[in-house]
């Protein structure tokens, strides 16, 4: 069974109040959280290959959000920050504002796992109700319990 994205989740990965409206500030301000993640082996690494991947064509999936992602020798297991902003951010390359950004590295040698847990992201975010309640979380513990409400609704629960 692949991990859930209620198990990659830490309330100090996540920040509810994005200062920044650019994309690549907003981006930044977001991928810090995982400056000091036990599995980021080099963080500055991971980062530029988040920004030449943001760069190659947008991360947005519509409907308010993005998934700024790198696939890298970068982390050591798959990691992940989510950042919001209730402004919202600006992606110039997709002409879209983004409210719900979840900033993902992944190992290469995983391609796997990262493409189940992008499908169940996808899945998670799909119906506008289930958006608004990750849009509403007061905290980033809130935020954790509607994923995992979330995720066995719609995946079933865990096992």
Not at 35 to 52: R, S, T
Not at 80 to 87: E, F, L, T
């Amino acid at each position: 069974m692949a991990v859930r994205l209620s198990q990659l989740l830490s309330p100090d990965r996540i920040l509810l109040n994005l200062q920044n409206s650019k994309r690549t500030n907003a981006i930044n301000e977001v991928a810090r959280l995982l400056e000091n993640h036990p599995d980021v082996a080099n963080f500055q690494g991971f980062y530029h290959e988040l920004l030449a991947r943001e760069r190659l064509d947008t991360t947005c999936l519509g409907n308010e959000i993005a998934l700024p992602h790198a696939r890298t020798e970068n982390v050591k297991k798959i990691v992940i920050a989510v950042g919001r902003s209730d402004a919202g951010v600006h992606f110039e390359n997709s002409n879209q504002n983004v409210r719900l950004m979840f900033v993902l590295g992944t190992p290469k040698s995983n391609p796997g796992d990262y493409l189940m847990l992008v499908g169940s992201l996808c899945r998670l975010i799909k119906e506008a109700p289930q958006r608004e309640a990750l849009f509403a979380a007061p905290t980033p513990d809130a935020f954790i319990a509607t994923v995992r409400e979330l995720e066995n609704k719609i995946l079933g629960p865990e096992k």
